[in-house]
């Protein structure tokens, strides 16, 4: 039987000795005569140590330049060569001969009697594999937790420099639940996924001409399309040309219309590898693929930091950023004191609009630490609450959890943890001053040494007039500090 798809894998490892020089291609390439097939011949030796490597040597009557197909997926060129088949079976040779009168090629077919599986033995097999020993194989996904596992950009160029995903950009579809298990005995390949796969608009149309028109589109855009691979696959390694194939059209759960892909990198814990698309022409498609126990979410350790804070608002370049959130568009980190009078007499302070959202605030972040809070723990700023305002309306809530309708004559400083990003609320420690007199500025500290041994605070908010409802209204701040 003939062992076609299977060797083709085995391609990697023929190691081919070339001995000739190149063909003439000089302007008397016609002035010769065609060979014919019957002054064309090879011999086909197994060496003496291993019978599945074969030496090939032309013994054709007309001298030329020989290029050979090994049967095995490999191709070479010179008169004397070796090819190695780890499998037993049947292989197709054709040695093509070329003169200064043109080309002629034979075809003979070699049998290899018994499997050699100690030829497998080879980087590149041991590292997709795990090895010989390795009787279960081994399983890889995408690199998820990094960036750059997945991206595109031009088919002849180095690298997916039209887009590439970062970490975790494509966890709303179905691709992270591919996983490729290759078993180096019997050079077998099992796919599973969750019973769909990922591709564009592209891909999708021509899945579907195919035989798989179903498809939803995922949070992350493009397409989940219904695909359930095969029990079992196989797959080719070319370790000569780095390229792996693998069986009855199977694909790494990216579908861009090829089986065949450009290995960049292997090693025992990073497959990276390259399409040209073909539903795409001019297209190439990047993925980073692990062993599956590799494909861990990092553990990143952000440092604690007692940095104290302190703004005045004279200056135009701020040493506190705050950022606003759903402010109303009066709001101004430099606004000339309303009421220059009492404990705060200088020129510049915070106007602060509440809008009619009901979670108008501003906050500051910290850049790559936590707050070390066991001795930096209290928040001091100067207020000033403007009679003016409507404190008397019942306004629309954002929901029948608000208790409150009204416009309060308070400040709220937060301690939040900003990675839990709009479930921040939900690990807050809040602070309120309440019913505060109006038309004065006051001095205020937010005192959170109670919550001196937490380690996740990395954000500050200050919120006037209550949360929760729709009502607006103008108020200052000013001298804000974060100390001990």
């Known amino acids: 039987m003939k062992n076609i798809f299977k060797l083709g894998a085995i391609a990697l490892i023929s190691i081919c000795v070339m001995t000739a020089c190149n063909p003439q291609e000089g302007s008397d390439y016609s002035l010769g005569e065609m060979p014919t097939a019957d002054q064309l011949d090879f011999a086909s030796v197994p060496t003496a140590a291993k019978p599945n490597v074969i030496d090939f040597a032309n013994t054709s009557k007309v001298a030329g330049v020989a290029t050979w197909e090994l049967g095995n997926g490999a191709t070479a060129k010179g008169e004397s060569v070796q090819a190695i088949y780890p499998f037993k079976g049947e292989y197709t040779i054709v040695m093509n001969l070329y003169t200064t009168g043109g080309s002629t090629s034979i075809t003979k077919t070699i049998t290899v009697a018994n499997d050699d599986m100690s030829l497998l033995d080879t980087p590149m097999y041991n590292a997709l594999t795990g090895g010989a020993s390795n009787t279960s194989g081994k399983t890889w996904v995408f690199d998820q937790f990094h960036d750059g596992h997945f991206g595109v950009g031009p088919a002849d160029g180095t ?11 494509k966890t709303r579809s179905c691709l992270y639940s591919q996983e490729f298990t290759f078993t180096q005995v019997g050079v077998k390949l099992v796919w599973t996924n969750n019973g769909s796969v990922y591709s564009n608009e592209s891909g999708r149309a021509a899945l579907a001409t195919l035989g798989y028109p179903n498809s939803v589109v995922p949070l ?3 397409f989940d399309i219904a695909y ?3 029990a079992a696959y196989t797959f080719a390694l070319n370790e000569t040309a780095k390229t792996i194939t693998l069986s009855n059209s199977a694909f790494f759960g ?13 090693s025992d814990d990073e497959l990276y590898i390259k399409c040209l698309s073909t539903t795409e022409v001019g297209n190439g498609w ?3 693929l692990i062993p599956k126990e590799l ?9 604690l930091k007692e940095i104290p804070l302190a703004e005045n608002f004279e200056s135009v370049t701020p040493k506190v950023a705050f950022t606003s959130e759903d402010m109303g568009s009066l709001t101004n980190p430099f606004y000339s004191n309303p009421a220059p009078i ?18 108008s ?4 972040q910290a850049n790559g630490y936590k707050f070390n809070l066991t001795e930096q723990n209290k928040v001091t700023v100067k207020v000033f609450i403007p009679s003016y305002n409507d404190y008397t309306t019942e306004f629309e809530v954002a929901g029948s959890w608000v208790s409150n309708k009204k416009l309060l004559p308070q400040v709220a400083v937060k301690l939040q943890n900003s990675s839990l990003a709009g479930n921040a609320y939900t690990t807050q420690t809040e602070i309120v001053k309440a019913d505060l007199e109006t038309d004065k500025w006051i001095e205020l500290t937010f005192d959170f040494s109670g919550v001196s041994s937490r380690e996740d605070y990395d954000k500050i908010v200050i919120q006037f007039g209550a949360e929760g409802h729709a009502g607006s209204g103008i108020f200052f701040f000013d001298d804000f500090a974060f100390g001990k």
């Open 342 to 359: 009492g404990v705060n007499k200088t020129s510049n302070v915070f106007l602060y609009e509440k809008s009619v959202g009901f979670y």
């Open 286 to 288: 990047w993925y980073r």
């Open 159 to 169: 690298s997916p420099s039209w887009w590439s995903c970062p970490a975790e950009g």
């Open 361 to 364: 605030n501003v906050f500051f």
């Open 295 to 303: 494909n861990i979410k990092p553990v990143i350790i952000i440092p």
């Open 228 to 230: 359930v691979p095969k």
């Open 254 to 266: 990216h579908f861009a219309g090829t089986s065949t892909y450009q290995i960049l990198s292997l």
């Open 220 to 222: 992350d855009g493009d």
